[in-house]
């Protein structure tokens, strides 16, 4: 499968999700776990997991909104009915059904490309070079913004502006490990552009390695899985013209 | 338009939405801090408002796709709210650079340009951001924010009202925050670096 696929097939999953109900859910839930199955294998469990932990949180937090706090759900509100926090559950159970599954399928596509490195996956994905050349700028100055953080933040704990643990003087000081780490990312990519970049043509050796190395922006198992979730979403349209639940 | 000191900027501006944004989502602030960068970028690249929108526009989406795939995995659906906001840094609030630069710093007029386009970028991301919070996530995205709208449900609001209201009440502040903190990085920001990222591209010599 190749990147552009992965991420058609993505977007055509998450489209159908937001128009499905539940029988929709389930027929995207059971694509989804052919996907996993065939294109990822055993990975995917790192994958749903990783999903499952980005996702109960947000869950815990609907439950405490709506069943805790609020009470009913939408459709008891807009009906100015009393409604109950079962009414309540089980509209966050659909909402979260649907959410588990956009989050689960972002995470299952982006690890079928996990024994990649992300400059092996922009090298591989069809996309204008400059859009290439910038996530590929971005990479390596999120490393460097890391690494000013680490430094600017041990300097003004040793300075003491800051302290390690939460302090009041972090609320009052943070602004200026912000302002610090921007300021030396400036000068580095300063001194970069100016001096090292030049010297060593990195951008002119990066445009070769950006570019396309293939004519086809999709290949055939790209295109049987796209299918599968068009055909998805046309069920899901019929089912919902002839009131499926 | 896209000069390699431009995509150096974008770059940065995008590192630095992930970087403060990430930060806010996970200890659960009623904020989101999450466009410092937009704004910055649009700062930084002014006079040229189309390269300045386009460039923030960037740096929104880039910092939004990697947020998505590495924090919050529900950003992406606030793509348009992005695109409103690069919109208004591009073509109303790059118009207070000067002042933003002047030294000394004018005080009043520094803080009423930004409490001005503290509201104007908040309103307009409320009213873009409010559909998207009520149908796609039921009013609880997971930010702070969330507490409000059950404030406002609680008192027998619509859950479109109680999100519109929720949005009135925080992004106007949280918006506020993020143009003093960008007028803030931009006015540390040195002017040698500004230049370059402002220098148009030169034509190729025929």
């Not at chain 1, 509100?77 to 959410?99: D, F, H, K, M, T």
């Not at chain 2, 005080?107 to 919070?133: D, E, N, Q």
């Amino acid at each position: 499968m190749t990147p552009n696929g992965a991420i058609v097939f993505t977007l055509v999953v998450v489209l159908a999700a937001m128009m499905s109900r539940m029988s929709g859910l389930i027929v995207l839930y059971l694509l989804c776990t052919l996907f996993a199955v065939i294109e990822v294998g055993p990975n995917a469990t790192a994958a749903l997991r990783r999903a499952v932990i980005l996702m109960v949180p947000l869950a815990a937090f609907m439950v405490l909104v709506w069943v805790g706090v609020v009470g009913r759900a939408p459709a008891d509100i807009a009906a100015s009915q009393p409604g109950s926090r079962v009414s309540a559950l089980v509209y966050v159970s659909i909402v979260c059904a649907r959410l588990f599954l956009i989050v689960a399928i972002v995470q299952i596509a982006a690890m079928r490309f996990a024994a990649i490195t992300p400059l092996q996956f922009i090298q591989l994905l069809r996309a204008p070079i400059a859009l290439k050349r910038l996530g590929v700028l971005t990479l390596s100055l999120i490393e460097t913004l890391l690494q000013a953080v680490d430094r600017a933040h041990t300097a003004l704990i040793a300075s003491g502006v800051i302290t390690r643990r939460l302090s009041a003087r972090n609320v009052f000081n943070g602004w200026v490990l912000v302002q610090t780490v921007w300021l030396t990312a400036i000068t580095s990519v300063t001194g970069r552009m100016r001096d090292k970049w030049p010297m060593e043509h990195t951008l002119k050796l990066l445009d070769p390695l950006l570019a396309e190395k293939r004519k086809d922006p999709l290949r055939t198992p790209d295109k049987i899985w796209i299918s599968c979730a068009a055909v998805a979403v046309v069920g899901i349209v019929w089912g919902d013209f002839y009131g499926l639940p | 338009m896209l000069t390699t000191p431009r995509m150096i900027a974008i770059a940065l501006c995008a590192a630095l939405n992930f970087a403060v944004g990430s930060i806010v989502y996970l200890i659960k602030l009623p904020l989101y801090l999450d466009s410092i960068g937009t704004i910055l970028c649009a700062l930084l690249i002014y006079p040229d408002r189309r390269a300045a929108f386009v460039c923030s526009f960037l740096a929104a989406m880039i910092s939004t796709v990697i947020t998505t795939l590495f924090i919050n995995p529900f950003l992406i659906w606030f793509s348009a709210t992005e695109l409103a906001l690069a919109l208004v840094a591009a073509y109303f609030i790059a118009d207070a650079e000067e002042i933003f630069r002047a030294r000394p710093l004018p005080m009043l007029r520094f803080g009423l340009r930004v409490v001005l386009y503290g509201i104007l970028t908040g309103v307009v991301s409320a009213v873009v951001s409010a559909p998207v919070v009520a149908y796609v996530f039921g009013g609880v995205t997971g930010s702070g924010s969330a507490f409000l709208v059950a404030f406002f449900l609680k008192a027998g609001q619509h859950l479109m009202a109680a999100v519109l209201h929720s949005g009135f009440t925080a992004e106007p502040i949280d918006k506020t925050l993020q143009v003093l903190f960008a007028a803030l990085l931009f006015r540390a920001t040195p002017k040698d670096f500004i230049d370059m990222v402002r220098a148009r591209p030169q034509p190729a010599p025929t």
